[in-house]
């Protein structure tokens, strides 16, 4: 997975300040997945009998997720399918199809604005290892050619892939869905008061002992060369939050700064004034396909998007020449 630190390393630090007065036991895990850090914090965790069941339901959540729509792993589903040179339909896993459904909702939605198919995108422009590379005008219109989640067609358990191009990267929805498949397997050992966060992406169950679970949403700095802070408290009541920002991953060339985030109707990098997005949804994995599908739209079109899907809400970001400003959705006060 991209090695996206998100906003992980404030929330860290905001989740150690703000302990509870617990009636019960608070255990927390810290481990590495996806490129990134993740954090659990379960209340009511008795003993190392426990904290074992705890880490064996992490793993495997984890380990799910690795054979699904991690495309670093040759063996996934996703690498595998990404290898089809035909047109053709491709069996898989009900994990796999729980993400590629959420994330052609979210397609559809935003009018193309997130699509896991700019994968090849991503690559032209050689973000990564490389650094960035400049295509040709050429390039980008052979390559928008092979670009568009529409060319594939989901079915009961299996992807047809009506383009033999097609190139998919959930990356920018795999850590939402790591968060609630973790959350969601703890859950089933019978806890109830549950805190899951992977490279930033959160989603809460119940409280931190006595009080709600509350955590520090980033902001850039306004030096431009990638540093946050933390600005206010944002307080979640079993609900998850994923935040995207153009200050995350980026290169500057020739005097100008280009993002990580394409956009896959142009083919280029994100250019606008939005800086950052967080999104509060009722799953992570939706908040986190919301937040890139905002920040791609930029400041008006993000916020009509949205407020035209049922129970997201988002605080956007964005800059007025060297000043930072938010625009916050009708009801994320209510939150």
Known sequence: MKNNLRISILIMF???LLCSCSRAPLMTIYG???????????HGVKNDNDRERLQLAID????????SVNTYNPDSEISKFNALSKVDSFSLSKDFMRVARIAKKVYDVSGGAFDPTVKILVDLWGFGAKGLVWPTDIDLNEILENVGYNKCTLLDNAILKKDPNIQLDFSAIAKGYGVDLVLEEIAALG??????EIGGEVRVLGKNGTRTWKIGIAVPSDDNIGNVKANER????????????????????????????????????IRHEVTSVTVIAKNCMLADACATAAIVLGKDKGLAFIESMEDVEAY????VGDELKTIQSQGWEKQ
């Open 316 to 319: 956007f970001i964005y800059r």
């Open 191 to 196: 806890y109830d008061d549950i805190l899951v």
């Open 32 to 42: 590495k997945t996806m490129g990134t850090w993740y954090t659990v914090k379960v």
């Open 14 to 16: 905001g989740f150690l």
């Open 60 to 67: 495997m959540a984890l380990e799910k997720i690795n054979l």
């Open 234 to 269: 944002l307080e979640l009541h079993d609900i998850a939050c994923a935040t995207s920002g153009d200050y995350q991953q980026f290169y500057i060339q020739d005097g100008i700064r280009y993002s990580h985030l394409i956009n896959p109707k142009t083919g280029y990098p």
